[in-house]
């Protein structure tokens, strides 16, 4: 028969024990785990909406600077949308969407100089998410035109929202 000192020391050893192997079990597991920090980012190409495409019309008028925008609120979105119409009421009658969540979403919109030959063209080739940043590849292209008119080419499109700085090239 087994005193009751015998008792509680076998008690404290199988418990002691178990908490042991908790505690290796524990480290185990937080060893083995598989830590991502060695691999490489890999860049990822985003996708996006294109919102509208086209020429500005008002030589100018539009008050609209030539570059690069990164709009992310319902306040900068109306007050360039209405700028693009203050020449022609039309301007953005085309675009695929003009209500933007901007919860989820933001807006791209890239503006050329004002051009004497209407065949220029601004284009985002490409929208790439980088470990650091997110790079917006621009290009202008002049695929001819026997007009003279002076026009200001845009491109408009909706990405989801990010955190990372966005770069333009």
């Known amino acids: 028969m087994k005193t009751r000192f015998q008792e509680n020391k076998t008690k ?95 807006v791209i919109a890239v503006f050329d100089e004002l051009r004497g030959n209407p065949g220029w063209l601004i284009e985002i080739a490409s929208i790439i998410e980088n470990e650091n940043n997110v790079v917006i590849d621009v290009i202008n292209l002049n695929p001819g035109s026997i007009q003279s008119a002076m026009r200001q080419p845009y491109q408009i499109v909706r990405i989801p929202i990010t955190n990372k700085p966005i770069l333009f090239e």
Request: net charge negative; glycine share 6%.
């Open 12 to 106: 404290s050893i199988l418990l002691g024990s178990k908490n042991l192997i908790l505690i290796f079990a524990a480290i185990f597991s937080f060893l083995s785990c598989s830590n991502n920090d060695d691999e490489p980012f890999t860049p990822v190409n985003i996708e996006y909406e294109l919102i509208g495409i086209g020429m500005l019309r008002g030589a100018g008028s539009e008050d609209i600077l030539p570059g690069n925008y990164v709009i992310n609120s319902q306040v900068d979105w109306l007050e360039l949308l209405n700028k693009m119409n203050s020449f022609d009421s039309n301007t953005t009658n085309e675009f695929t969407t003009t209500n933007i969540n901007f919860q989820t979403h933001i």
